[in-house]
């Protein structure tokens, strides 16, 4: 089955402690990109990925990191979480960077930083 | 900063009925339009995509764009309360460093009522 998979699911942590939010996609999709979904906000992309070992920030990448050594994973790390960063995110993954490619969401990780 | 507004509702309709949800845009070189559904807690999923002026249908769901008035709208037919959502309006703009970015309004809540 096609899909983009996110772990975990659900995370409480404290602030300061690193952490990674791991997003796979099975198909073989070249563009990959982390959002965020704050009440009152909407969806806000932070970084993305046009393939391997291209990142670049998307409108919020404060606080967070990514990488892209493989095609199929593009991670997501918080090096020193805040509270601010209690949000609902999501992975997405489209076959090519472009206008005409759709985006496909993984299920989402909902974290909360006390 | 591409600007996508949508009617923040909620909007309530009766079963049987058509909603009406609109989203305007503020860059004229946005090229494509995604509607995505979500559900409360889930990831959006998508349900049309336009990339030209004029309407597009698919089953009860018809998608129109005018890309000179800048907006783009999405019409429910016969609405089942399982169409109770958050319908989410995307566009992107395949300019340079903007290429494959979704950029996302914040959402109209529609809830049908039996």
């Known amino acids: 089955e096609a899909q983009v998979t996110q772990n975990p699911r659900y995370l409480i942590t404290v602030t300061g402690k690193k952490l990674t939010v791991t997003c796979s996609q099975n198909?073989?999709?070249?563009?990959m990109s982390w959002y965020r979904q704050d009440p009152g906000l909407g969806l806000r992309q932070i970084y993305y990925?046009?393939?391997?070992?291209?990142?670049d920030k998307g409108d919020v990448p404060e606080g967070y990191k990514v990488s892209r050594k493989e095609k199929r994973n593009f991670p997501l790390i918080l090096e020193s979480p805040s509270p601010n960063q209690t949000s609902l995110y999501f992975c997405?993954?489209?076959?090519?960077?472009?206008?005409?490619?759709?985006?496909?969401f993984g299920p989402g990780t909902r974290l909360t930083v006390t | 900063q591409k600007e996508v507004e949508q009617n923040s509702g909620p909007l309530s309709v009766p079963e049987g009925a058509i909603a009406s949800l609109n989203c305007t845009y503020s860059?004229?070189?946005?090229?494509?339009f995604f509607w995505y559904r979500q559900y409360s807690g889930k990831s959006p999923e998508l349900i049309m995509s336009?990339?030209?002026?004029g309407d597009k249908e698919d089953g009860r769901f018809t998608a129109q764009l005018n890309k000179a008035s800048q907006y783009v709208s999405l019409l429910i037919r016969d609405s089942q309360p399982s169409d109770s959502a958050t319908y989410l309006c995307?566009?992107?703009?395949?300019?340079?460093?903007?290429?494959?970015?979704?950029?996302f309004g914040r959402g109209t809540q529609l809830t049908v009522w039996p």
């Open positions: 997405a993954s489209s076959l090519r960077p472009g206008a005409t490619y759709e985006q496909y």
């Open positions: 198909m073989n999709h070249e563009y």
């Open positions: 990925s046009m393939n391997v070992e291209v990142t």
């Open positions: 860059d004229r070189g946005s090229q494509s």
């Open positions: 336009i990339y030209s002026n």
């Open positions: 995307a566009v992107t703009v395949d300019r340079g460093s903007t290429l494959g970015r979704l950029y």
